[in-house]
C-alpha cells in the first residue's frame, strides 16, 4: 500500500532563518505531488504541485520554493522566513494529475511551522 | 470556473444523534466530489468520493453523501454521531485539473 511520510511534525523558526520541509511517498510511482497551506481561518492554498522529477509549477508567488531531487521526494524550501511564513503546511499526492477522474489526493500528517 | 461552498461553518450534535454536513457546489464540467476529514493537527483524511456510479456514495466510519445535479448538492451524512467525529470536514470539487476545497465545516460532538 501507499504510504506518505512528512517531516518534522512541529519547526519553530526565527525570522530570517532557512527552512526545509520534506516529504516522501513510498509505494507508487510518478506519483503527482503537492504542498498545500493551510492557515488559520484560511482554507487550504495551493502552493506548488510537480508531476515529475525537476518539474515545479508555483500556484501563487511567494516566499517559498519547491524541488523534486527524487519520483518520490518533494522538497519545501526558504532562505528567509518571514513572520506570514507560520502556518500548517501539507504535502499530498495523486494517482492522476488533479481533475483525473476518480483520483482524490492522499495527505501526510503536515507540519506545523511557527516562524517566530 | 468551479467553486465550493460548505454552509455551515460549525455544527453541534449530541452523541448518538444524525448528522448533516452540506456543500454546494458550481462547476463547469462533470465534477468529482469528494469529502476529507481533519482532525487536530492531522492531514486530511479522505472519507468518500463521488464517481458518478451511483448517486449515493457509501464512505468509511458510516458516512455517506448523495451527489444531487439538479440541485449542484453533495451533502454528508452520518445517522448516528461518534464521539470520534468531533473533526473539521472539507468538501472538494475537482475539474479541469483544479481542486477547489471548501472553507470547512467543525464538528463538535456533545456527551
Known amino acids: 500500500s501507499q504510504t506518505i511520510h512528512q517531516w518534522p511534525a512541529t519547526l519553530v523558526q526565527p525570522v530570517g532563518s532557512p527552512l526545509s520541509l520534506e516529504c516522501t511517498v513510498e509505494?507508487?510511482?510518478?506519483?503527482?505531488l503537492y504542498w498545500y497551506r493551510q492557515a488559520a481561518g484560511r482554507g487550504l492554498q495551493l502552493l506548488f504541485y510537480s508531476v515529475g522529477i525537476g518539474q515545479i509549477s508555483s500556484e501563487v508567488p511567494q516566499n517559498l520554493s519547491a524541488s523534486r531531487p527524487q519520483d518520490r521526494q518533494f522538497i519545501l524550501s526558504s532562505k528567509k522566513l518571514l513572520l506570514s511564513d507560520s502556518g500548517f503546511y501539507l504535502c499530498a499526492w495523486s494517482v492522476l494529475p488533479t481533475g483525473g477522474f476518480n483520483s482524490p489526493l492522499h495527505f501526510g500528517n503536515g507540519t506545523r511551522l511557527t516562524v517566530t | 470556473a468551479q467553486s465550493v461552498t460548505q454552509l455551515d461553518s460549525h455544527v453541534s450534535v449530541s452523541e448518538g444523534t444524525p448528522v448533516l454536513l452540506r456543500c454546494n457546489y458550481s462547476s463547469s464540467y462533470s465534477p468529482s466530489l469528494f469529502w476529507y476529514v481533519q482532525h487536530p493537527n492531522k492531514g486530511l483524511q479522505l472519507l468518500l468520493k463521488?464517481?458518478?456510479?451511483?448517486?449515493l456514495v457509501k464512505g468509511i466510519n458510516g458516512f455517506e453523501a448523495e451527489f444531487k445535479k439538479s440541485e449542484t448538492s453533495f451533502h454528508l451524512t452520518k445517522p448516528s454521531a461518534h464521539m470520534s467525529d468531533a473533526a473539521e470536514y472539507f468538501c472538494?470539487?475537482?475539474?479541469?485539473?483544479?481542486?477547489?476545497f471548501g472553507a470547512g465545516t467543525t464538528v463538535t460532538v456533545r456527551a
Open positions: 509505494g507508487t510511482s510518478n506519483p503527482n
Open positions: 463521488y464517481t458518478s456510479a451511483a448517486t
Open positions: 472538494v470539487v475537482s475539474g479541469n485539473y483544479k481542486l477547489s
